[in-house]
Nanobody
Framework: QVQVVESGGSLVHSGGSLRLSCSAS????????MGWYRQAPGNQRELVAR???????NYADSVKGRFTITRDNAKNTVYLQMNSLKPEDTAVYYC??????????????WGQGTQVTVSS
């Protein structure tokens, strides 16, 4: 069994900062890629940032230069530092972990989401 749990969402003013955290736990052998996605009301879920097993990162164009994704492999944790937040960043942020369990299955796991609201 695997659990993916996010934290750190909150209400902030435009221009402010937040740091999201996501930890994966359970019967995990290896975590390959971890990423943050977001979904605003009426919109599809979209990739915000992803960090690969080798440390390479990908960002959505809309957050480049403002958001930074990092990971702590020893803690099975990924972070998303969000600076210069804008009202359009308002969404539920979901963590995704691409991992292999002790059953040798490789699957994607999602967290329950954390709300980020940016007021203008």
């Amino acid at each position: 069994q695997v659990q993916v749990v996010e934290s750190g969402g909150s209400l902030v003013h435009s221009g402010g900062s937040l740091r999201l955290s996501c930890s994966a736990s359970g019967s995990i052998i290896t975590i390959y890629n971890m990423g943050w996605y977001r979904q605003a009301p009426g919109n599809q879920r979209e990739l915000v940032a992803r960090i690969l097993f080798d440390g390479n990162t990908n960002y959505a164009d809309s957050v480049k230069g403002r958001f930074t994704i990092t990971r702590d492999n020893a803690k099975n944790t990924v972070y998303l530092q969000m600076n210069s937040l804008k009202p359009e960043d308002t969404a539920v942020y979901y963590c995704n972990a691409d991992l292999r369990t002790y059953t040798m299955l490789r699957q994607n796991y999602w967290g329950q989401g954390t709300q980020v609201t940016v007021s203008s």
